[in-house]
T-cell receptor, first 116, second 111 residues
């Protein structure tokens, strides 16, 4: 399994500002994933981050709005840029790691963002 | 296009077994069945996954039908803390593959 931490756990931000969310995992992993969960909704993948290369973004998400860094095999950041109230969500990172029956994904506790 | 179908909600009495169904009639031969749950405002918690054999761990049992078109997650003795949204996901195991979450089943365990 993998133990994942995220910082901050929650934040309240003003519109037009940016917030950088950190994701730290306790083991080296190839891929890290960033998800968004809007209020009352299920999880939606934002992008996939591979160490040493540009992140791959899903349809509807762009690098200018959600720049991602992946400087090493245990860490990644997601920035929510030029925030608006519509960006109020839970942001989650996850990693692929070995489980008891093959590989699976483990999720961090999430970052709860409220944009005023 | 949804790869899994789950009932939107279920109730279960505390101490009884909770049986959560999932239909995945278009599952491919190399796709695994995964189950996660999300307790209010927390990150999704991995529960169990399998390919075609039934699986059991300390949290739950996973029963997959022989044709693999459906599965059931069993919580043998549900407690109030098992109240959560349960997600059934099918996925090919690969470093590049994310988890595609549907709406899930909201399980309410009642005293």
């Amino acid at each position: 399994s993998a133990v994942i931490s995220q910082k901050p756990s929650r934040d309240i931000c003003q519109r037009g500002t940016s917030l950088t969310i950190q994701c730290q995992v306790d083991s080296q992993v190839t891929m890290m994933f960033w998800y968004r969960q809007q209020p009352g909704q299920s999880l939606t993948l934002i992008a996939t981050a591979n160490q040493g290369s540009e992140a791959t973004y899903e349809s509807g998400f762009v690098i200018d709005k959600f720049p991602i860094s992946r400087p090493n095999l245990t860490f990644s950041t997601l920035t929510v840029s030029n925030m608006s109230p519509e960006d109020s969500s839970i942001y989650l990172c996850s990693v692929e790691a070995q489980g008891r029956v093959g590989e699976t994904q483990y999720f961090g506790p999430g970052t709860r963002l409220l944009v005023l | 296009d949804a790869k899994t179908t789950q009932p939107p909600s279920m109730d279960c009495a505390e101490g009884r077994a909770a049986n959560l169904p999932c239909n995945h009639s278009t599952i491919s031969g190399n796709e695994y069945v995964y189950w996660y749950r999300q307790i209010h405002s927390q990150g999704p918690q991995y529960i169990i996954h399998g390919l075609k054999n039934n699986e059991t761990n300390e949290m739950a049992s996973l029963i997959i039908t022989e044709d693999r078109k459906s599965s059931t997650l069993i919580l043998p003795h549900a407690t109030l803390r098992d109240t959560a949204v349960y997600y059934c996901i099918v996925r090919v195991v690969s470093d590049n593959n994310d988890m595609r979450f549907g709406a899930g089943t909201r399980l309410t365990v009642k005293p």
